[in-house]
């Protein structure tokens, strides 16, 4: 497995970039945390168990194929057109065979890689809570690790064609996303968009047409906790990130993670203030909602721009985030109880385009505009054809007796919390 590393990367930043990315899963167990919280208490076991489950499978499907395509090698698929490059895929070996022989850059690479996989299959997975079931996550969890994730980081990690786009057409540096705010969380925004659509709303969310009934979530406590453990992860993610992809020097990163943190926290005052205006007084899932748009936000910002800059990027998320929950959920039926196409999918594409508003560098809009379009008019027809095709095989939704059980006893038998009462919802009775 020979692949390109576009500059010599020092052993103290190898030191220092494989701490950070030991420290950076408490991100995903924070939106796992976040995920369960704002489920049914009746659905909670299976939530979780289910999260390790979608991890599992898309860290050995990325294994078996994912990294070949994902990674930059010698000889990756490219053709021509009008004499420029097109690279579209790498072609490295199945199964990390030749792993010992590659450089310590490219092992960080592959590391940062196997987090990033692991992070985009939970966010479909919360979007589908309480009807989606074990062996259809596996099944969505394996499609994304093996072939829709390795093209998207390719093309933005990988010496893929967007991340050429400034040695191609001299549009400022190329498509640029240190955190991963287009492979992980836009990709993973869509992808929950998709299972939404396929799956549908849970019974007695819409009673009648124009009318929703609010189902909230079991364990707010849960919710804000994993924000504030998400918040760790995402410092380090972030700045692992920028040492990785956007060849950061060391006395950079203070200014990342700050830029981080600013970015969660204007959004998490923007969200609480507009709840407080719009109900009367803050809510508590949504302003959780509001401070993870911001560090999804970050995730493209914090290492390209200034610190006013990323704050303004949080704000915009924090004002956008709770008024297109409540337009998905009100004006066009979607039920996302994670709220995870606002978060993840609609701050990752602002992130984007904020990094190209706020950067420097002449045409840098224009790469991270190519890079959006991509995602919105490329992936997510592919996304939700892949989806509706193994929905054929595999269905994804559970039968209604099990969804009125709930996920627990039907899919573990038994239920997270034996010694509560399970209360029914009116409409099943």
Not at 67 to 81: L, N, P, R
Not at 136 to 143: E, L, Q, T
Not at 157 to 177: I, M, T, Y
Not at 380 to 403: K, S, T
Request: with cysteine; net charge negative; hydrophobic share 55%.
């Amino acid at each position: 497995m020979t692949t390109l590393s576009p500059m010599p990367f020092p052993e103290t930043s190898f030191a220092l970039t494989l701490v950070l990315l030991l420290v950076a899963p408490l991100a995903i167990a924070g939106i796992a945390l976040v995920n369960v919280g704002l489920g049914r208490s009746r659905s909670s076991a299976q939530s979780m168990l289910g999260m390790l489950v979608v991890v599992s499978t898309a860290a050995i499907a990325f294994t078996v194929v994912g990294f070949a395509v994902s990674a930059e090698t010698a000889k990756d698929f490219v053709f021509h057109v009008a004499s420029k490059p097109w690279d579209w895929a790498g072609e490295g070996h199945f199964l990390l065979s030749g792993l010992a022989a590659t450089s310590a850059r490219e092992q960080l690479a592959l590391l940062f890689e196997f987090l990033s996989v692991a992070l985009v299959v939970l966010i479909p997975w919360g979007s589908g809570a309480d009807r989606l079931r074990l062996p259809a996550g596996a099944a969505i969890a394996a499609v994304l690790g093996a072939f829709l994730f390795p093209f998207v980081a390719h093309w933005t990690w990988g010496g893929g064609w967007l991340e050429q786009l400034g040695a191609n057409f001299s549009l400022g540096r190329g498509f640029l996303d240190g955190g991963g705010a287009g492979p992980i969380h836009a990709l993973g925004g869509l992808a929950a968009l998709a299972v939404v659509w396929i799956t549908g709303p849970r019974k007695g969310k819409f009673p009648r047409e124009g009318l929703s009934t609010a189902i909230p979530g079991h364990n707010v406590i849960y919710v804000l906790f994993g924000c504030l453990v998400a918040l760790v992860g995402w410092l380090a993610w972030n700045t692992a990130g920028a040492l990785l992809w956007l060849n950061a020097m060391p006395a950079a990163l203070v200014v990342t993670a700050v830029n981080t943190l600013l970015s969660a926290a204007a959004a998490l005052v923007a969200t609480f203030t507009v709840t407080r205006i719009r109900f009367g007084k803050p809510d508590a899932s949504l302003c959780a909602n509001g401070w993870l748009a911001g560090l999804v936000t970050s995730s493209a910002c914090a290492g390209v721009v200034p610190p006013l800059d990323a704050l303004l990027a949080g704000l915009v998320a924090g004002i956008v985030t709770p008024l297109l929950v409540e337009l998905f959920e009100l004006a066009l039926s979607i039920d996302d109880p994670s709220g995870a196409i606002s978060v993840h999918g609609a701050a990752g594409l602002w992130g984007l385009i904020a990094a190209g508003i706020f950067a420097p560098q002449q045409g840098q809009f224009v790469a991270q505009l190519i890079g959006v379009s991509t995602l919105l008019g490329l992936m997510l027809p592919l996304v939700y054809l892949v989806f509706w095709l193994v929905n054929r095989v595999i269905a994804f939704r559970a039968d209604p007796d099990g969804e009125r059980l709930g996920m627990d006893l039907h899919e573990l038998g038994g239920n997270a919390y034996p010694e509560f009462v399970v209360h029914r919802d009116e409409s099943y009775r």
